[in-house]
């Protein structure tokens, strides 16, 4: 087994040399451990203390969470069907394992022992918070069930990791299998030259004539934005909100799987004694009820609407000066770029190429570098692809504080969207201690022949945004396993870094050091910048109203969803927009079919957090506007109090004792234009 490398333990994960065939040794033997550990805990005799009985059990739980890290990260990033297969069947044992574990009453008892016994109080409060949140999570994985309902607890967990998992394949499937060839040049007139030679390289690449478009972000956003071909846009569209769905592609069609995974959800949180799953999901949160998160999207909706209105106003009469007399869904993208072009005179493209990558990295660096008072430093290291980069993170005493991987560009088998997840968690105990690695990936166009890759300004959010995750994973203090980095937060508030970080992007001391034009090597002019001010809460309305669609959506479904209500999602959506909504997507459109932040991701019932997460970071902000915005001092303090301080205390207090006092939603319209 030691010669498996999935649980090399000595350095850096082994990411040169790892197979398919490995994972299900690795995992047999790091679960056998796992159990004989557990056995001999609970028959241990004795009084129990944190060093004999917690301890081995975060030990043991870090053990298994990095080395299923690196399957499940490789799994979303250079999946194929060995590894698939891999991944899917050590899921269920997984899944077996915690799910027996949450509902284990022998260790429950112990515990609970612990919290009520004279021990307690000499507790560390980082201590006392992991005990009162492994009893919080035994409750919620069905340690109090009867025998019959923990059986039934345990298949119901084991199925939702199932259909989640194929719920997220299926969107890959869909989005793999689609694609469209154009054969003549003159049909792309308006979409960027580099675009164009990447789809001309796609079709060689196939052995095809032509041009191929995907629903690849990177091939399918400038199409919807640029090209003029109103019937190309149409159909790329349709692919796009169609995927994984009944009207596209019926094999990977994800609507039987929204209903099972409902079913099963609201069933689980019956069993614990909840009303619902929103209940249920609420208790690891900010938030308290589902009547205060939808209050507060509502409240937020009510001031955005007449933004909204407005802007869908202006947008519908300038379509008309383009000779589209009803704007479709496939036309917004292409009129909100020409007007924007018009109302600020530049295009977004023409921006994107004052953003190379190199540039961009150099500034994001600098930023971190300058508030952090830390150093980053490319670093070797085995990594799954050619095209991945490797940093460390040091502080000004040259000690290393934390380490990344960077995997940026798009590519086939790898899974859409950006992300943060960890390889490596920050512990410190009395026998072994690990500095935090993160992974970095998102889905930005990789380089040409001859130029380099260049991000589009939206990139460069998604960037900073990914990276603020990843702060707050890197640079946590705290020894104790699972509430270091953004393990134990509150999920409405693990937002709050990464939109916090997106703030940068608009300010002129930051982004005048992170460009460089593509072909002259100039820097961003300061009065293109100044346009971009001007053009920053172009259509801030309606994108806001966007997200509380979404949120209510994802609320409303897992509140309202019972036995007497199995409730059509498509309907629901309806229903919201009737009341919100100012752009109405065709009858057709399937969005729910691959909204996998709520059926595959971790935000079921708390799509909303990053509304709440962005009242905390632009309140958050707003002392660096009051200080300066690379100010040491105020960064100083934000890493202190919130990035360095992971789950060991509530969200709350870690923004008070940084804030001085409780969140406004002041700040963040104010940065949206709407105060």
């Known amino acids: 087994m030691m010669t498996n490398p999935i649980l090399f333990r000595d350095?850096?994960?082994?990411?040169?040399?790892?197979?398919?065939?490995?994972?299900?040794?690795?995992?047999?033997?790091?679960?056998?451990?796992?159990?004989s550990l557990i056995h001999s805990l609970k028959v241990m005799g004795g009084s129990i203390s944190w060093?004999?009985?917690?301890?081995?059990?975060?030990?043991?739980?870090?053990?298994?969470?990095?080395?299923?890290?690196?399957?499940?990260?490789?799994?979303?990033?250079?999946n194929s069907d060995d590894l698939r297969k891999a991944y899917n069947d050590n899921l269920i044992k997984l899944t077996e394992f915690y799910t027996n574990l949450s509902q284990d009453e022998a260790l429950y008892k112990k515990y609970q022992s612990l919290k009520d016994?004279?021990?307690?109080?000499?507790?560390?409060?980082?201590?006392?918070?992991?005990?009162?949140?492994?009893?919080?999570?035994?409750?919620?994985?069905?340690?109090?069930?009867n025998e019959l309902e923990k059986a039934r607890f345990k298949v119901i967990q084991e199925k939702l990791a199932k259909l989640s998992t194929q719920f997220e394949e299926n969107i890959l499937d869909a989005t793999?299998?689609?694609?469209?060839?154009?054969g003549d040049a003159h049909d792309l007139q308006g979409i960027p030259e580099e675009n164009i030679k990447k789809a001309q390289s796609e079709a060689i690449e196939d052995k095809k004539e032509g041009y191929k478009f995907t629903l690849h972000f990177p091939s399918y956003l400038p199409v919807m934005q640029y090209a003029e071909d109103r019937n190309l846009r149409e159909k790329l569209y349709r692919g796009y909100a169609t995927r994984a769905s009944e009207l596209s592609s019926p094999k990977f069609d994800n609507t039987k799987l929204i209903d099972e995974i409902l079913a099963l959800r609201y069933e689980s949180a019956k069993l614990l004694g909840f009303n619902h799953f929103t209940e249920m999901s609420l208790v690891t949160k900010m938030a308290k009820s589902n009547e205060e998160v939808v209050s507060f999207l509502m409240d937020l909706a009510n001031k955005a609407k007449p933004f909204a209105l407005k802007d869908m106003e202006e947008l519908s009469a300038f379509s008309k000066t383009l000779g589209i007399e009803k704007l479709e869904a496939w036309d917004i993208a292409y009129v909100s770029e020409k007007l924007r072009q018009a109302k600020y005179s530049f295009s977004e493209n023409e921006v994107k190429q004052y953003f190379p990558e190199h540039r961009v990295l150099k500034g994001l660096f600098k930023v971190v570098e300058t508030i952090f008072k830390l150093k980053i430093i490319k670093?070797?290291?085995?990594?799954?692809?050619?095209?991945?980069?490797?940093?460390?993170?040091?502080?000004?005493?040259?000690?290393?504080?934390?380490?990344?991987?960077?995997?940026?560009?798009?590519?086939n088998h790898k899974r859409g969207g950006a992300w943060m997840d960890e390889a490596i968690s920050r512990y410190k105990n009395s026998f072994e201690s690990s500095h935090p690695v993160a992974f970095l990936t998102c889905n930005f166009s990789s380089p040409s022949e001859n130029k380099p890759a260049l991000f589009s300004h939206d990139d460069v959010i998604t960037l900073f945004h990914e990276f603020g995750h990843g702060l707050h994973h890197m640079l946590t203090k705290v020894d104790e396993y699972s509430i270091s980095g953004i393990k134990g937060v509150e999920w409405d508030a693990v937002e709050l870094p990464s939109q916090f970080m997106e703030n940068f992007c608009w300010e002129w001391d930051v982004v005048k050091h992170m460009t460089e034009h593509v072909d002259n090597k100039s820097p961003l002019p300061e009065a293109l910048f100044k346009k971009m001010i001007e053009a920053k809460n172009f259509q801030s309305g309606m994108q806001t109203l966007r997200q509380i669609e979404f949120s209510l959506f994802d609320i409303r479904l897992h509140t309202q969803y019972n036995d007497q209500n199995k409730i059509n999602s498509l309907k629901l959506l309806e229903t919201i927009r009737d009341e919100i909504a100012v752009v109405r997507p065709p009858a057709w459109n399937r969005f729910p079919n691959s909204f996998s932040h709520i059926f595959a991701g971790g935000y079921a019932a708390g799509y909303y957090s990053y509304k709440w997460a962005e009242v905390l970071a632009s309140d958050a902000f707003s002392l660096f506007e009051e200080e300066g915005i690379l100010s040491s001092n105020a960064g100083k303090k934000f890493q202190e109090e919130v990035l360095s301080k992971g789950?060991?205390?509530?969200?709350?207090?870690?923004?008070?004792?940084?804030?001085?006092?409780?969140?406004?939603v002041d700040a963040l319209l104010r940065h949206s234009g709407m105060a």
């Open 117 to 145: 016994g004279e021990i307690f109080e000499s507790l560390t409060p980082s201590q006392k918070r992991i005990i009162d949140n492994v009893l919080r999570e035994f409750k919620l994985g069905g340690a109090e069930l």
């Open 379 to 411: 670093t070797d290291a085995p990594t799954w692809h050619k095209d991945v980069s490797f940093y460390s993170i040091k502080n000004d005493g040259d000690e290393l504080v934390g380490q990344f991987y960077f995997d940026l560009y798009a590519r």
């Open 11 to 35: 350095s850096l994960p082994l990411f040169d040399q790892i197979k398919p065939s490995h994972i299900s040794p690795a995992i047999e033997s790091i679960l056998k451990e796992a159990n």
């Open 647 to 664: 789950g060991s205390r509530s969200a709350m207090e870690s923004f008070v004792a940084f804030r001085g006092r409780a969140p406004t």
């Open 51 to 78: 060093e004999n009985f917690v301890e081995p059990i975060e030990m043991v739980s870090e053990k298994i969470s990095r080395a299923w890290g690196q399957i499940e990260h490789l799994n979303a990033v250079v």
């Open 176 to 182: 793999n299998e689609f694609s469209i060839f154009v």
